[in-house]
């Protein structure tokens, strides 16, 4: 599985978008990037994943490089509540949904 | 639906001893697997269990053993305790052979004294 790498920390302002940089430029042609989120002394949430086309859902907005080699991570309206650790993964589906290989992810720290 | 349910939500037990930790992946997963988390690190992959059998398994040393039951359960056993084991112990299931993702229980906070 190939190597991502993130800012260790990040603040944002309540109500502003938060995006958050993830490299991965070892990614190979068949990895999905995924996004966990981690509130303090809780299990990991997922949060969105995609291939290569940019994802939405209720949580975010995943926009991927053409190249695939970054990606970054938008919630749109930031709350308090999203104070969190998020984590990009990138991950192989060789019939194996299980395993994933955190690093250490990005403290992200939302003030009012 | 209940999700993943860990238990218990903690323990403490002293160096030496054995400890066994219980996961109820969600319904309709079939593949449970089991991560270590040290205070201020991401989580790492002990190992992952699907019919039964362990399929996959992380840089962890044979005191960690785990076991799937038919119902998709799974326990964790970790024997001769060692300070260092104190972690948050975080089980997660997923569907195998499907492009979805993997839901997290809250974890079991195990302290070794």
């Known amino acids: 599985d190939a190597k991502t790498t993130q800012p260790t920390s990040m603040d944002c302002a309540e109500g502003r978008a938060a995006n958050l940089p993830c490299n991965h430029s070892t990614i190979s042609g068949n990895e999905y990037v995924y996004w966990y989120r981690q509130i303090h002394s809780q299990g990991p949430q997922y949060i969105i994943h995609?291939?290569?086309n940019n994802e939405t859902n209720e949580m975010a907005s995943l926009i991927i490089t053409e190249d695939r080699k970054s990606s970054t991570l938008i919630l749109p309206h930031a709350t308090l509540r999203d104070t969190a650790v998020y984590y990009c993964i990138v991950r192989g589906l060789s019939g194996n949904t299980g395993k994933l290989i955190f690093g250490q992810g990005t403290t992200l720290q939302v003030k009012p | 639906d209940a999700g993943v349910t860990q238990s218990p939500t903690h323990l403490i037990k002293t160096r030496g001893q054995q400890v066994t930790l219980r996961c109820s992946p969600k319904?309709?997963?079939?593949?449970v697997s089991w991560y270590q988390q040290a205070l201020g690190q991401g989580p790492q992959f002990i190992f992952q269990y699907y019919e039964e059998e362990e399929r996959q398994r992380g840089n962890f040393p044979d005191r960690f053993s785990g076991h799937q039951f038919p119902n998709y359960s799974s326990e964790l056993n970790v024997n001769a305790l060692l300070l260092g084991d104190s972690a948050l112990y975080l089980c997660?299931?997923?569907?195998?052979?499907?492009?979805?993702?993997?839901?997290f229980g809250q974890g079991t906070r195990l302290t070794v004294v």
């Open positions: 997660a299931s997923s569907l195998r052979h499907a492009n979805t993702e993997a839901f």
């Open positions: 995609g291939l290569k």
């Open positions: 319904s309709g997963h079939d593949t």
